[in-house]
Nanobody, 120 residues
């Protein structure tokens, strides 16, 4: 079974930085993309950053210029460097691996979530 384990969350003051990491095990298919999503209390889960196997990245407008996503397909890991954190970044952050089972079926696997809290 595919398992995704996240780490790096915590409590920081506004303007601080955190680095989230997600490592996957049990990968048996090609990785189409990896990404980070977050969910604040009472809100929908939203895309934070995503990177495809070819290196194409996508960021939410609210984090562009502050967050950087990186990946290592060989090690089945994805990271999110978060700088200049703001209170509105407070949320549970989830990593997601999109695996190409067979074209065109892509199956999504999610991490357990890690809490990020930014105080003012």
């Amino acid at each position: 079974q595919v398992q995704l384990v996240e780490s790096g969350g915590g409590l920081v003051q506004a303007g601080g930085s955190l680095r989230l990491s997600c490592a996957a095990s049990g990968i048996r298919f090609s990785i189409a993309a990896m990404g980070w999503y977050r969910q604040a209390p009472g809100e929908q889960r939203e895309l934070v950053a995503r990177i495809t196997s070819s290196g194409i990245t996508d960021y939410a407008d609210s984090v562009t210029g502050r967050f950087t996503i990186s990946s290592d397909n060989a090690k089945n890991t994805v990271n999110l460097q978060m700088n200049n954190l703001k209170p509105e970044d407070t949320a549970v952050y989830y990593c997601k691996f999109e695996l190409l089972i067979y074209n065109p079926l892509v199956y999504a696997y999610w991490g357990q979530g890690t809490q990020v809290t930014v105080s003012s």
